[in-house]
């Protein structure tokens, strides 16, 4: 067991795959750590964040026959891309899955699914195990409670995962807002959501916009 | 004090008048009683409601050139509509505010606003005082704490307000899912806003347009 | 706007009439007030509570093909009772409910369901307005929010309504543990919903039926 | 029992007169309801602002040679006036605070204490049953334990008193931010007190100051 | 319904009389609104308070031969008190209780029981009905859940009940720190049952006690 | 100390074994952590979830006679099954129970009790001493304070014990949907104690049982 | 970095040593992470039961005669013994304290203290890389915040410290009912303050001295 | 992966370096961790104690001219000192803040700043990467969720810091009372910072300048 620190550990976008597991209808119905809203509205900006940074991203379900599609929130950022559907509750033992995510020869493995104790802990401890650095965005997951989902999150912590939130993924990937050309993009998802954030940018753009005037408030 | 009920006590959207109040940046900035992103997706949810339901919406700020523009989330909802700016922090002093209210004839009065505390309560309290029958939409508004909040709650339900959120206030408009027209336009926005049952919605949607399978799971 | 006390004010088995609404999955999805877990224990509980005393229970769902039957949990304790689908949100509408209600010839109308701040709050107040006495059973509903359900608590209680949780229900139609036929009826539903007091219960019989012993721990 | 409502239930500077109670150290180490230096940060943000206003202070001890001196932090702002000792515990049981209080001639009392049950509790409930409007002012004050400050709270609702938070009452006594004067020395209260706000304040007044740049981040 | 204030609303030692409900095993197990060792503290606070005040103290359970004695912490302080044992849920149609209260010949009753919405809220609403002054010391009870607890407070309220905490009806009886007998009581109550208050106290006699030292810290 | 992951340390039926201790009356009257009901749900949802996954089940309690049976919602998953009865408070320093264990040749050690940082701790840290694989299903626990759950649980971490809830468990043996034998019992043991997702379940069955209708909502 | 595990790691008291680290008032008037009474409440139970299994205690206070004497709960306890003042804020850095502890000649160090994250930290560190096996408990600890008591948990626990509550820490030293004489000291002890298993401990042994009855309830 | 004990471990103040970073309006903004005002305060105070320790500090920000400058709060304690401004998210991958970090010649990395899981995180696991030793101060830092600054804290943990909070910093550093002249300068801060603790030292002082009375309260 060692610390996973070093400017190398920090996520890039060029070396970061994400996977999206099992955003559906019959899971997101007893999620009950996180606001619904929320879980959809955060999975939504991490999806288009990976978007915008080029972070191919990987979407699968299990059984949407039944358990309901994938929130359209998500599939609408990448439009007409197959969602992989399995029987597998365990995303890692499916070998469509494992193959795609291998297919982009990315080792920085991000992933964020409903529920953060079934469906993200299994591939995560698995992944793990075979080598490699599983980063696990936790606002964009959710459990059956709140014990569930930290009980989770401290066991993903003991199998080696790395926890982080999907702002946090956002700003990693981005690290330097001299790099212009996704800091707009970027802006863009925070404005729509990270809206604490984003309406202060669009505040901020306002007032500099706004020739100096004679007085203050 | 009289108890306030009986059907006629409920919202109608005929009799209903929407008044948005200081939405902006520097509000925002320090809203402490809720997450930021649900204010702003809550207010948008109960903006799409009222135009669904023909409800008329008066839009007002605090000095935008200073304190910031509404959020484009609500005023996208009603493109080139005119945004009410002030210098009175209680909206109600404010005659331009109050004459457009009175101008749509309609006596059921829903506020929502930044802060709780201060912008949603003198206006509700003051009108009170006038014979309005005013409704504060709380989850569409958000104070410096939680204490403020809960606490200015307390103090409009001893002025008479009545307490409700946003999609009791667009259920209540609704009434009865015979009213089609506006069911499916009440529908979008749920599938928008309130992702927990907009989801639910499309998965039963799907199911029911799945044809019988010979077994199941 | 007077105070509801006294003796009389108390709920009494051969006055009251139980209605309960929309305890649906669609309904269920959306619940973030409580675990739904619990939401449907209670429900439960307080069902097998009111046949215990021989206290009339009305049932009523929103267009159960779509939204979904009744909890099986509930309709179990009611072998072969018609469940009235209606399409008003507000049950206090619907003429069929309304006249199975006041066929009871009962006066304490004592109502749970699914969503605290529209399904409930809306025949409340309606029929506070109509001179019923009306009790809300909070820990058997529940609302798409912490914030929802405790907002319409408060306007059902500036409506008149009274508040209780569903094993003080059942207590205060047992009020007298002298009363044994119903007593072994409620301590059969508590030991099954109850749990804390359930399990209380059977320690206390079984060291109660325990002879003497020589010593103690 | 009526609701109190109308324009001219909301505060005046001209019509306020703030009482200030035992805010001492003997109460303050078993405040339990608020982080301490919260308390005492409200409570300076809202003398700052009663002085910004011309709003007379009267400021009041229990046995201060034994219970400690008022905070320095209320005490530096009213440098040389008399703090009133007591040996009541009930300030509205002492002659010379009542004096003190009608000598202004003001009807709008505002009262902030330690701790909320019982100091702030019992003059607020005296003097509301001798007909002086009463508002306490809750995060100013404290109790021994959460439920105690939040039962006070109710106990005091029951008893006809107004409850607002600090930045409220500044907010209702300014108003207008049309009136200059006391809004400069508001912004100052803000800018030291209510660090969401006077930050956001401090960045508005930066950026306005800023010629428009070429382009936006 | 009219508002409880004045001063002769306020607690007095001569015009009180103490009813302790049901603090007995088997309620206790299932008490889950506050820390089980805190119901105790706080009710032996209250009983030692009453106690000090000569404000005559009314000992009840309910079948204690199957539940459980009343708490020794409770019955320790009343030696070879009897302790009325009932049928009845609601101690308010109990003749013996009753009649043990009116013997008193006092008005204001105080009421502390396990559970909150049972055992207190029965007897409280009657009588309140019957023209009883009746206060609900909600710290020194507890319910099966928060839920069940807060919504009997808020039932409660609705029917006229005034709700304070142990502490600040210990206080509120005191009133004037100048009755020297009584403050010597209270200040081993507060030592013992307060003990936020009772070790500041103790530090506060330490340092007076203490010569003026050369120089300070 | 390694990192806890791979394929091989996800829990299969096959190697698991389950103990479940001290789910007793006594213990149960001081659990402050968690809801007793949902404690008591959850145990039994986890037993019958071993059950259909063939998974050997050790039921044990400490001085019945005085403390109380187990639960007897756990005793009828397993009808005539022997609990074994201990004075030891440490299982595993209980040879019958040890030899129970070992008799089973399972390594995935799957344990739950009450109270957590007690009957739980004790013989999950002497376990994993010895080389067992110790899995603690948390909320089918429960401590004496929620402090004390959770510190129990940072402590069986820092002992190499890996964290779950009983949910997961269930999922994690189930692993893949294909599996259909069990996924029966398994859907059964969630209608009954998963009710947010048991209520999906149904609601979807009922859905894809509708011959798809002419048009939707 | 060692998984610290194994029926070894478990606390005996021959192999016990206890620190009690300035319990004193100066601390207790800013512990914000707890209720001060249970602090006080959960401090004497560990020192009894320290006391009970014949655990030495060591008790340390920094410049008593400033910050106040050592709470009266704990020194009522050990009459006559010596409490060590100290001016390091580092107990461990104290020459007296340490030598004390060795002068034990044992190795499991078990301290409690105010603050945690300051007073307890700090000789915790140190003592553990000196070899010490070093427990903490941190219900009889306390911190100026919730998040200063957490986090100084999480800092202990990454330097290799042992969490423990002071229930889990008396029942471990017990280990096994069949200790019979410890065990009625240790019964005394919870009754006393443990109140929730106290009461219902004196209920069983009431029932179990209670000859079987005829029937039940 | 090693503990991080021992006495060398503890922070002192001739080997400490205090970076703070970007606690700047724009931040601020969404920061939904913490109340805002008591991050300024907490900062404020870790300042003011590295002044009084002789801890130099380096302060920095990213793109000020838009995100708005330091608080004042923070620039008033070291006035003239140049606030490093930055493009770079990530601190520690600009070499003008790093080359003044190592300039300082000390090796214990001191850091708090907004948002915890961005500006913090970052630098604080690739300066752990190069040997540093980091300790992060947590409650002198916020993020834009409870969760996120949670998640960030143990994404930081698992990474080799050290988590403290501002008055545990403070308190390290002075180590001992006996320091006296540091002693002096840090109850300043202290008075002014942890209230709590400040209200407590002024009344210490006053009643150890009180002569000793003939007798007591």
């Known amino acids: 067991m060692t610390f996973r620190n070093g400017l190398a550990s920090l996520l890039r976008p060029e070396d970061s795959v994400l996977v999206l597991i099992d955003h559906q209808p019959y899971q997101l119905a007893n999620v009950n750590s996180h606001e619904p809203q929320m879980v959809i509205n955060n999975t939504a900006g991490l999806a288009k964040a990976a978007k915008a940074f080029g972070v191919p991203t990987i979407l699968t379900t299990v059984i949407a026959a039944r358990g309901g599609l994938l929130f359209p929130q998500i599939t609408e950022v990448f439009p007409g891309q197959e969602v992989i559907d399995r029987t597998f509750i365990n995303t890692w033992e499916d ?75 956002a700003a990693e990937w981005q690290r330097d807002w001299a790099r212009l050309e996704q800091a707009a993009a970027l802006t863009e998802v925070i404005t729509q959501h990270a809206g604490g954030s984003g309406i202060a940018f669009l505040w901020e753009q306002q007032l500099l916009n706004t020739p100096v005037p004679a007085e203050a408030r």
């Open 95 to 169: 070998r469509t899955v494992v193959d795609a995510v291998k297919a982009t020869g990315r080792k920085q493995l991000v992933i964020a699914g409903l529920w953060t104790e079934v469906c993200v802990a299994m591939p995560t401890i698995q992944a793990l195990g075979e080598g490699w650095d599983v980063t696990v965005v936790t606002d964009a997951s959710g459990g059956v409670s709140v014990e569930a989902h930290q009980v989770a999150i401290q066991r993903m912590i003991a199998a080696g995962a790395n926890m982080m939130t999907w702002l946090a993924v």
